[in-house]
């Protein structure tokens, strides 16, 4: 059998590279969920706390998702907006993806190398519980820099002609040189240095395609370079409090749940009892759609993984039955747009890690401003499908409980999660765990659907998605106190707190940057940045910072599945299998509902906070 292993050193290095950070990374994935699981049952069940398992899971979790980055950039999959690039001739973007790969390049050696000696430094530092160095949690981000820096120059080198290099080298030692004279002028600027370094630079590299969190790191590692005698290893040191935050934790968990839905079966049964309840009526595969991503997004934390469980199982109908494919990618961005707030979200959590807003606060007062976009999105569909003839076939009664009871697994699911977090059980870092253990036994044992081979890349893709999305709240936070360090806290204070109309501008104002900032940052990233400092002022104009990370995180989800820039829109495209021109013009009336149904959350405090405690 002739050997399927590349050849060339630097080749099998790599696929050695690829198989080992890949299959340490799942390891991980399922180390931590063993540990988070165990110390539920040892503290709920046996009433003997495991004193010793959420530092442990805190210290693996950082080696997950550092492993987690390398992957992303190994495969291309760190968050990146694409706008502009994918319309530039091949030549040039091969100049554009040559200068990427150089920034990352510098940006992880730039702060590997202080890097080194904050590691060294830690080792003095013992942990709490477990008495052992805290280099052992910093070196895996020191290990992930390591194989970032080699990813980097391979994609620099790999297939590059002498002149693309020369090129790109003339290019980074030119805006290098510049930047080094220009110091006289960037201390005489002041703050004016925060523009060039947080707005222009971090705006090229965004829009010439570079990953968002080595735009905000490259601009982090140059400002304090080029501006201040600040050591480069208080980078490292940011970014290290950024990633750790013990809340974070649930990010690998909850992304791993959504991805084990549609294997073992738990998506499909909830699908089939939606189809069998209005799937014969005008329009009923579209209000399907919205109800199976409401549903399925009480139980998965990422959108990515909603969409990718419902669009195999509806759309391919939809299309049989006549629907226009830029009508189903509008339908589903908007459906993904809706859920933001669904718990338990990946943005609530990080959101109340990065602000210090209760989780579970978040979590009770989500619901019901999706549930007002949800019935938004509802009445659009009736009025846009009044017209149309039914097609589907109405399921007999006997049928339709059928599909009921086989749905009851799944649908219980959603309902332990809540219950577990509200009720104390676990927390809003450990119930995902349990989520999972029970998906996994229901796959098994009930609906008897569970592809092995599957796993492995599951684990594999929870990972590398964690590891990206990690990494932008590190190199975020980093940014963060640069900004901070430099007085831009109490300079946003002052501009908004100028804004005329009191709290109703305030929020007006909010609303418009959140959609700004989502759909060109892809949402997360404006939140990490501008929540610590937005949530403050919102609280000193009398908005309940519930009501308040509701609205921004509504906001940012509408600009982040809008065209032209937002990511999330090209995402849905690329699920749906459909062109990005068939859905450009059809997809402004449902964000427009979308709008309408933040107005209402905005306006309305009760929306959000009705039902707090």
């Not at 629907?323 to 979200?345: D, F, N, Q, R």
Request: charged share 10%.
């Amino acid at each position: 059998m002739e050997d399927a292993r590349p050849a060339g050193i630097l080749q099998r290095l790599d696929y050695l590279i690829d198989r080992v950070v890949e299959a340490v990374a799942a390891a991980l994935v399922v180390i931590e969920v063993v540990i988070l699981f165990a110390g539920v049952v040892w503290r709920y069940v046996l009433d003997l706390p495991l004193v010793w398992s959420g530092e442990l899971a805190a210290i693996l979790f950082l080696w997950l998702v550092s492993l987690g980055a390398v992957i992303a950039l190994r495969r291309g999959e760190h968050m990146r907006m694409t706008f502009f690039v994918s319309r530039l001739g091949p030549a040039m973007r091969r100049y554009v993806a040559r200068t990427s790969a150089m920034i990352v390049a510098l940006f992880t050696i730039c702060v590997l190398v202080p890097g080194i000696s904050f590691t060294i430094q830690q080792q003095a530092i013992l942990t709490p519980t477990l008495q052992i160095p805290g280099s052992w949690e910093v070196a895996g981000q020191m290990v992930a820099l390591a194989l970032l820096f080699y990813t980097a120059l391979r994609q620099l080198f790999a297939g590059a002609t002498p002149t693309e290099l020369l090129v790109t080298a003339a290019f980074g030692l030119i805006v290098g040189v510049g930047l080094w004279f220009a110091e006289p002028l960037l201390d005489a600027i002041g703050n004016g240095d925060l523009v060039v370094f947080f707005v222009v630079m971090v705006g090229i590299c965004i829009f010439a395609g570079v990953p968002i969190a080595f735009s905000f790191g490259i601009s982090t590692v140059a400002y304090i370079f080029y501006t201040s005698d600040i050591p480069l290893s208080v980078v490292v040191s940011q970014m290290d409090q950024g990633m750790a935050s013990i809340e974070l934790l649930a990010v690998p968990m909850f992304i791993v749940l959504g991805l084990l839905l549609e294997m073992t079966g738990i998506a499909r049964a909830l699908v089939d009892l939606l189809i069998a309840l209005v799937g014969n009526r005008r329009g009923g595969l579209s209000y399907v759609l919205v109800g199976a991503i409401y549903l399925i997004a009480g139980i998965s934390g990422s959108k990515a993984a909603d969409q990718a469980a419902v669009a195999p199982i509806l759309l391919p109908e939809m299309r049989r039955r006549g629907a226009h494919p830029g009508e189903l990618v509008a339908l589903l961005a908007a459906a993904a747009a809706m859920s933001e707030t669904i718990p338990p979200s990946l943005v609530l959590i990080i959101l109340g890690a990065v602000t210090g807003v209760s989780i579970s606060a978040l979590f009770t007062g989500g619901l019901l401003p999706a549930g007002v976009a949800a019935l938004g999105l509802i009445i659009l569909i009736y009025f846009r499908t009044r017209h149309e003839t039914p097609t589907g076939l109405r399921v007999a009664p006997r049928q339709g409980a059928r599909l009921l009871v086989v749905a009851i697994p799944a649908l219980i699911l959603p309902v332990l999660i809540r219950y577990a977090v509200l009720e104390g059980i676990t927390t809003a870092t450990e119930v995902a765990t349990v989520g999972v253990v029970y998906a996994v036994l229901v796959g098994l044992l009930v609906y008897r659907c569970f592809d092995w081979r599957r796993v492995m890349p599951i684990l594999v893709e929870t990972a590398a998605l964690s590891g990206a999305i990690l990494l932008i709240i590190g190199a975020a936070s980093a940014m963060a106190w640069s900004l901070t360090q430099a007085g831009f806290a109490q300079t946003l204070a002052d501009i908004m707190g100028s804004v005329p109309g009191g709290r109703a501008g305030f929020m007006a104002v909010s609303i418009v940057l959140f959609i700004v900032l989502g759909s060109v940052l892809e949402g997360l990233p404006s939140l990490v940045l501008f929540g610590p400092l937005l949530f403050p002022l919102a609280q000193q104009q009398g908005i309940h910072q519930v009501q308040y990370g509701i609205v921004a995180i509504l906001a940012m989800g509408i600009g982040l599945f809008s065209p032209p820039f937002g990511v999330g829109f090209y995402q849905t495209c690329l699920i749906a299998r459909s062109s990005s021109d068939d859905a450009l013009g059809r997809i402004w009336p449902y964000m427009a509902m979308l709008v309408v149904a933040l107005i209402l959350v905005a306006t309305i405090p009760w929306i959000s906070t009705g039902f707090l405690p």
